[in-house]
């Protein structure tokens, strides 16, 4: 099965991922394979929406206090991150039959057989994929200094098994989030994710994986590259092995300002030509379901003003201004 959790404007890519999953997926078994969580309010739907998945709102899972303090406290992405580890939870609850349950974001897209998923799950707790697998080496951005803000793992793909190691990873993961999701890199906090650096050493049979198939991305592509074959698309990892590529997250592709790299200068996807025909692809895939949100809608949920990406001289302002506070904060001034 596979969960994902999205607001209203995101459920055109909720719905091309499930499209992606149960198309690759061997043990889809139709619409229930899939559950789009919604962190927002259902109520606001377009009038005659039939989603093919079912849907899961926020409010089915929070007691409106809860629910009411959380959306006050944090933005609409920090809201979504304190309530991921609580939606993988009740799924588990509500489909019992389920001992295998995959969470990927919205932006995320399958492109290959997911056996090789299922199979790493079969005796490991969670599977976790690093953002790098080796130190860039070089003095671009980002470097691996900064993975250590926002977290050495992306919580934009796990995987779970069913066991009483789980339940005690999800009760432990939502104590966290549901206080401390904010992205306050002075505080050492970024939404969940941030969390999941502890995981593998608090809990067992937790598997890392770097295969170079798996969650090819814009902070990795560096480390990767891809080639169209007979067979489907190939990715080239850092050691030099092959691997069929599985699935991809285009966050920040079409959308620069999405993500954690907005000001990113290790690549330019514009000289990466490799990247077009999966674009393309990807692209049709939203086609048939971008007529469901006309336009961008306001999440209902996350009351705190999300912070505006700047550019040019203004970033540059904002970058001197800091470096300049770093400085006075270095001296003790006399009261």
Sequence with gaps: MLLTICTLS?????????????????????SSSVILGLVDDPA???VGFVSPYPLLP???????????????????????????????AEVFRRYPEVDK???????VYFTGSLSTIWQNLEESTALLTPFITRNPADS?????????NIGLYSSDFLGFRRSAETDKLLAWWTD??????????????????????HVPVFFKDVRIIKNPGWHVALWNLHERSLQQTENGWQVT????????????????????DQGFFPHQNRLRLSDRAELAPLLATYRQALTAHEGLMQCPVKSTYGQQP???????????AVQSFRSVTRLIDQFSIPR
């Design 10 to 30: 995101q459920l055109p890519q909720a719905i091309a991922l499930g499209d992606s999953f149960t198309r690759h997926s061997v043990h889809a078994t139709g």
């Design 237 to 256: 990892g850092p050691e030099g092995q092959d691997q069929p590529l599985l699935f991809m997250n285009v966050k920040g592709w079409l959308h620069p």
């Design 44 to 46: 606001r739907l377009p």
């Design 306 to 316: 999300e912070p505006v990406v700047l550019r040019g001289w203004r970033y540059t």
């Design 101 to 107: 349950l995959l969470y990927a974001d919205p932006n």
């Design 140 to 148: 671009l951005w980002p470097d691996e200094k900064f993975f250590q």
């Design 176 to 197: 966290r989030v549901q206080q401390r999701a904010f992205i306050n890199y002075c505080e050492g906090l970024c939404l969940d994710q941030i969390w999941l650096m």
């Design 58 to 88: 926020v409010s089915e899972l929070l007691e409106t206090t809860l629910l009411a303090e959380l959306s006050a406290r944090y933005t609409p992405t920090e809201f979504a991150a304190a309530c991921k580890p609580t939606f993988i």
